[in-house]
Structures are given as structure tokens and as C-alpha cells.
């Protein structure tokens, strides 16, 4: 594991930003009294949260049971989720409340009450019974920013059932990949889903995905999004509209075991096969409802909140969908890209809802920079009042603009660390309490405990080390799909007793902790966890490749851009048309997040002596820099020749 952190200089920004006294004034939560409460039992903490927060139907006797490193939280309560997520507000009298002002990109509107929700849900989970699923089997969606996905998730929860969501961006070959793995039952999906002004198309991939392979798969729902042609495979697939229309509303919530799989989502780790996180119900329920209401200062009858990510991946499921339909919100859903029809849709939605709470990501953030400010200046954004981000070390230059252009320098920023792995947030300030420092997580949230180690898994309580938590928390994964031995191995065995997160990070003078990316062979793209060696597996399928390395290069939008170097195989030739083909090659086996922004055609990689490739030195080519200390190269010439090749060759 190399050691050397991609963002440097960090921790030198000595600016404060206290909240308000008004804000704090008007905060749920305004003094150290629930950290205090938790430093002094943290089982008894999070027993509190989840009987205030979650519905049971069945008490829990035992908070934590732990037997390292598989944790059981709340395991004899029963609860279900759809019930915490939408019945219990509809009894409180609640139904007619908002749930989702949901806005398609082409600019199609739907408001969906938490009744409507229900009725939807219900409807939903009798049509998966229809097809044959019970509790304990898993399906697939892969639908693009539509309501059908959160009411398509939720019907999987009321019946036991667990979902496995797949990035609307990926290719026939992951949602193969993945559906075999989990063993998917059924796939649902929508013809197409508007981006950046036009459909673009799912149901075909899915076709594809199926041609190849997950026999598994018995049946296919689809949703008519867009009103592109489709084939429909008679006896197989089934248009959604179709048979939902016979479809009863009367299906009771059953109870679940605190434990029973919830959902898997799947995640690049340092190895070509993407792992299926597991997370199960009470625990991850109870910590997305605590950190949402928390660190948002959620107050559902005035907030209306968004999250504007992608429910593909784990921020949409914690924060778009579990947490906030959890605590009763009203929150905004948007289909589509920020920059259509303008460069300002974003802003225009904040004026137009309202909307007090926004959570977005440091890409995102930078991209609006570039596109300049008066983009926010055409809207009142005076609505916000907190501002989070998520995904990657946020630099302190976006940090600020965010602050004075999105958050009229007032609203606090949350800037909130945690992973697919984690659940929900772990490290991140609480805006009513915490002094912010432009670019910093700040601290651990009450009841979890973050150390950093150094490399022989000492604390360190000063300077840069290895993140990693100490003790459990309830919406900690519970193991990767299908491979207990490789969950103990890739997060339990760095360093004992630990979880490591595969971060590098620092601690200030004043305990503040500086994230400074992952410290693995995994790359941060937009946000996105990449894995190296995965596009290294889809850069040497392509039959004229013999040899791959990636690396993730600086890059002031996206964060990390992925850089391929890449042998051909004897009798190929290094020409333009190549290059680009085995470029997209990788779009089409993993997804056009996973395109490198280039692929150079190398004559050879510089190697350590034992054969390993160095990776660092092809990232320091890739951003330019001093090519330092190579004397533990087979061949140092190797290096000088790539250099060549890289000032030459064009990127796009
Ligand atoms: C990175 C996304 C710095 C980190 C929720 C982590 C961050 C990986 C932050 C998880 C942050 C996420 N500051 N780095 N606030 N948030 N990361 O699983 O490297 O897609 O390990 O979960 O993103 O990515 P994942």
C-alpha cells in the first residue's frame, strides 16, 4: 500500500468559521451534550437513537453484539423499513405531507405526498410477489432519477426483500457482473432516462447484460420513461404501468429481523471485482435517520432539503431516500444534469422550492466555479441554511466559493466523511456547534470513534496517518456479498482491531482531521471509487493490449482522472485509432465513468526490481511532475520514454 497522500497542502488554512449565534440559537443541536452522552456509553447512546428515532415492532433486548469483526445491532428487535419510511407518518396524520418534489430534466413535474408513496409501495411490493419473490431473495434496479426507483426500493423492504441498485452510467457487463454475484431474481429498469436533453438508454443494456449472461435473472419491469422503442421479451420482461394497473394496495409492512439484508450496493475495491456491501435493517436505519436529522439540523415541517446525487451510489441511498423518508422530510428529487437546460438548473430548482438544506459534492462544486457565478447570482439562494458536501477532500478554494456564492457566507458548511462501507456520515462538523476550517471534516460524529495510525498501527495524535475506526457503529457493512473471509481481510486486517478505511488523513493542533484521499489502488473520479486494477482488467481485454497500468492523475474538475498506460501486443501498431478504441473499450466494458481521460501506448512500464509496476511514478508523469527517486527501477530509462510519449500525446 503506498503511503503518500495525493492532496498535500491542506491542513495549512488556518481560517475559522464559527456558526452564527442565531444559528446556533436555533439548532437541534447547540453543545457537546450528545457527544458527552456517547463518549459515556455508546451502547447506550445508540440504543437511545434508535428507540427515538425508528419505529419497532419488536423491542430489542441486546444493543451490539460483537464478535470481531462481524457486529449484530439490535438483534432480537423487528422492525420494517417501509413502515419507519412511510406508514407510521400516514397514522400520524402526515399522509398529505410532501415526500419528493421530484422535476424530470426535461422539466416534468410530479409531487408525491407520503400517502401517495404508500399507496405506490404497496402496489409495488404486490407485483414483486406476483413474480415470485419472497423475503431473503435479492433483484437489481437500474433506473435512472425517477419516483418508480425510491418506491421500487422501499416495496423490496416491505417484503424482505434485498435491492442491489446499479449506476444508470454502467455497462451490460457490470449489470451482468453484478446480477450473477447476487444472484438477482429480477431486474427492474426503465426504457431510457433524459441526459443532458435526451434519452439515453437502459433497457438496452439490460438486454445486452442478459444475452451474456445471469441466467438468474426470471423476470424484467419496466418502466416507460421516455417513450423510446424497447424490445420486450414476451413472458420475461413486463412493462411496469401494465402490472401495476391490477395490482392491489393492501399489503401489510412484515417485520423484519434487525439483521435481515437490507440492500447491497457494490463498490471498486483494490481488486478487479467489485464488492457487494452488505448492509442490513435496524442499525443502518437508525444511523442515516440520526446523521440526516443532525447534521442537516433537519426540521421537517419548515426544511425542504436536497440531495442532489444519484441514488446509484450510497449517498442517494442514505440521504435521498432511508434517512430522509425516515424523519418525515420533504425533499426535492431531480432527474437530470445541472446543465440542462442552463448551467443554472441547479439554482433555479434551490429558488423554486426553496430549498434549506442542498448536499452536493466537491466535483460538482468546482464545475460551477468554472462556470462562473453569475449562474447562482441569477436566483435568490437566500432559502439555504445548510450546505453539505460529500465524496472527496473538498479543496479549500471550492469550500469558500461554495460558502460565499451558495451560502451567502453564512449558511454552515458539513462536509461529511464516510463510504459505501460505512452506512451513513462518520466525520463531519455539526453546524450548530462546530467551528468549520475551510476543507476539513472536522471531527467524529457523536458514537463513533475515528484514530489515526501510523504504519505499524500506532495512534497518532499529531500529523498524517492511516484513518481507521475503533469501535462498531450500527450502519457499519456487515460483510461483502458472498465473501466473508475477504471482508475480515480487506477491512479488519491492517491493523488489529481496527476498521480501516483506506484513507490517509492528518490531525491539526487543534484535533481537527484533514481527509487526504485513499491511500489504495482505488481512484476518486467525480466522487466515484474506481479501482485501478479493474480498468487495468478492461485496458487488457482488448485483444491488442498485452499490458496495463492506471493511474488516477490530479485533476481540477473531476478531482482524479484516470490515465492508462498500455503495451500492445506484438504486430499491433501504436496509431490515434488505437488509442481511442482501446480508450473506449473500457466504456464498454465497465461504464463511461471508467474511460481514462487518455491512454498512452507504451513500449514498456517502469518496474521495481521484483517486477511490481510504479505506479507512482506513472502518476507523477501523468501530472507532470519531478520524477524524484528511481533508482529502484529495472529500467529508469523506461520512465524517460513514457515522459516523452505523454508531452506528446494529445488529451481530450
Ligand atoms: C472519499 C461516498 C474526503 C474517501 C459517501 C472515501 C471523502 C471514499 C469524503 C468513499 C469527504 C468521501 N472528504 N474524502 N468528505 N467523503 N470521501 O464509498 O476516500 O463512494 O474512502 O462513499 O470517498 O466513497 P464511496
Not at 409531487?111 to 414483486?128: G, R, W
Not at 471485482?273 to 440520526?290: E, N, R, S
Not at 438548473?345 to 460551477?368: G, H, K, N, S
Not at 450546505?387 to 460558502?403: F, K, S
Request: net charge negative; glycine share 10%.
Amino acid at each position: 500500500m503506498a503511503s503518500e497522500p495525493t492532496i498535500e497542502d491542506y491542513y495549512i488554512e488556518d481560517r475559522t468559521f464559527p456558526p452564527s449565534p442565531e444559528f446556533t440559537a436555533a439548532a437541534l443541536v447547540n453543545d457537546r451534550s450528545l457527544y458527552d452522552e456517547a463518549e459515556a456509553d455508546l451502547e447506550a447512546f445508540w440504543a437511545r437513537q434508535a428507540r427515538e428515532l425508528v419505529t419497532w415492532d419488536q423491542d430489542f433486548s441486546t444493543v451490539l453484539e460483537w464478535d470481531l469483526p462481524f457486529a449484530k445491532w439490535f438483534a432480537d428487535g423487528k422492525l420494517n423499513v417501509s413502515y419507519n419510511c412511510l406508514d407510521r407518518h400516514v397514522e400520524a396524520g402526515r399522509g398529505d405531507k410532501v415526500a419528493y418534489y421530484w422535476e424530470g430534466e426535461p422539466g416534468d413535474k410530479l409531487t408525491l405526498t407520503y400517502s401517495d408513496l404508500l399507496t405506490e409501495v404497496k402496489k409495488f411490493a404486490n407485483v414483486l410477489k406476483g413474480l415470485g419473490l419472497e423475503k431473503g431473495d435479492r433483484v437489481a434496479i437500474y433506473m435512472p432519477m425517477i419516483p418508480e426507483l425510491p418506491i421500487a426500493m422501499l416495496a423490496c423492504t416491505r417484503i424482505g426483500v434485498a435491492h442491489s441498485v446499479i449506476f444508470g452510467g454502467f455497462s451490460p457487463d457490470a449489470i451482468t457482473d453484478r446480477c450473477e454475484d447476487a444472484e438477482a431474481k429480477l431486474i427492474i429498469t426503465a426504457d431510457a432516462g433524459y441526459r443532458r436533453g435526451a434519452p439515453s438508454g437502459l433497457k438496452v443494456n439490460v438486454d445486452a447484460a442478459l444475452e451474456s449472461g445471469a441466467t438468474c435473472v426470471e423476470h424484467v419491469v419496466v418502466v416507460n420513461r421516455c417513450d423510446t422503442d424497447v424490445t420486450m421479451t414476451s413472458g420475461r420482461d413486463h412493462w411496469w404501468h401494465e402490472i401495476m394497473a391490477d395490482a392491489s394496495d393492501d399489503c401489510p409492512a412484515e417485520p423484519m429481523d434487525a439483521e435481515q439484508l437490507l440492500y447491497l450496493l457494490y463498490t471498486s475495491g483494490t481488486t478487479a471485482k467489485p464488492k457487494g456491501i452488505m448492509h442490513t435493517t435496524g442499525g443502518y436505519l437508525t444511523q442515516v435517520a440520526f446523521t440526516h436529522k443532525y447534521t442537516f439540523d433537519m426540521k421537517p415541517d419548515e426544511d425542504i432539503y436536497w440531495c442532489a446525487a444519484d441514488i446509484g451510489w450510497v449517498t442517494g441511498h442514505s440521504y435521498i431516500v432511508y434517512g430522509p423518508l425516515t424523519n418525515g422530510c420533504t425533499g426535492v428529487m431531480y432527474e437530470g444534469t445541472p446543465d440542462t437546460p442552463g448551467q443554472d438548473r441547479l439554482w433555479d430548482i434551490v429558488e423554486r422550492y426553496r430549498v434549506t438544506q442542498l448536499y452536493t459534492a466537491p466535483t460538482a462544486i468546482r464545475t460551477f466555479m468554472k462556470w462562473g457565478v453569475q449562474e447562482p447570482q441569477k436566483h435568490d439562494l437566500s432559502s439555504l441554511r445548510v450546505l453539505g458536501t460529500v465524496g472527496e477532500p473538498i479543496n479549500p478554494e471550492a469550500w469558500m466559493w461554495y460558502h460565499e456564492h451558495i451560502g451567502g457566507s453564512s449558511a454552515p458548511i458539513v462536509d461529511t466523511w464516510w463510504q459505501t462501507e460505512t452506512g451513513g456520515h462518520m466525520i463531519t462538523p455539526l453546524p450548530g456547534v462546530t467551528t468549520t476550517k475551510p476543507g476539513s471534516a472536522c471531527f467524529a460524529i457523536p458514537g463513533v470513534t475515528a484514530e489515526l495510525v501510523d504504519d505499524n498501527g500506532d495512534p497518532v495524535t499529531k500529523g498524517g496517518g492511516y484513518l481507521t475506526i475503533t469501535k462498531p457503529w450500527p450502519s457499519m457493512l456487515r460483510g461483502i456479498w458472498g465473501d466473508p473471509e475477504r471482508y475480515r481481510e480487506t477491512y479488519w486486517s491492517a491493523y488489529e482491531g481496527r476498521y480501516f478505511a483506506g484513507d490517509g488523513a492528518k490531525l491539526d493542533e487543534d484535533g481537527y482531521l484533514w481527509l487526504l484521499g485513499r491511500v489504495d489502488d482505488v481512484m476518486n473520479v467525480s466522487g466515484h471509487r474506481i479501482s485501478t486494477t479493474e480498468v487495468e482488467s478492461a485496458l487488457v481485454d482488448h485483444p491488442a493490449v498485452a499490458e496495463a497500468a492506471v493511474v488516477g492523475a490530479a485533476d481540477d474538475t473531476t478531482g482524479q482522472a484516470i490515465i492508462g498506460y498500455t503495451i500492445l501486443r506484438g504486430g499491433n501498431e501504436a496509431t490515434e485509432e488505437l488509442r481511442e478504441e482501446v480508450r473506449q473499450h473500457v466504456s464498454t466494458k465497465l461504464g463511461a465513468i471508467a474511460r481514462p481521460k487518455a491512454v498512452f501506448l507504451v513500449d514498456d512500464l517502469p518496474k521495481t526490481r521484483s517486477g511490481k509496476i510504479m505506479r507512482r511514478l506513472l502518476r507523477d508523469v501523468a501530472e507532470g511532475r519531478d520524477l524524484g527517486d528511481t533508482t529502484t527501477l529495472a529500467d529508469a530509462g523506461v520512465v524517460e520514454a513514457i515522459r516523452e510519449g505523454a508531452d506528446t500525446a494529445e488529451e481530450d
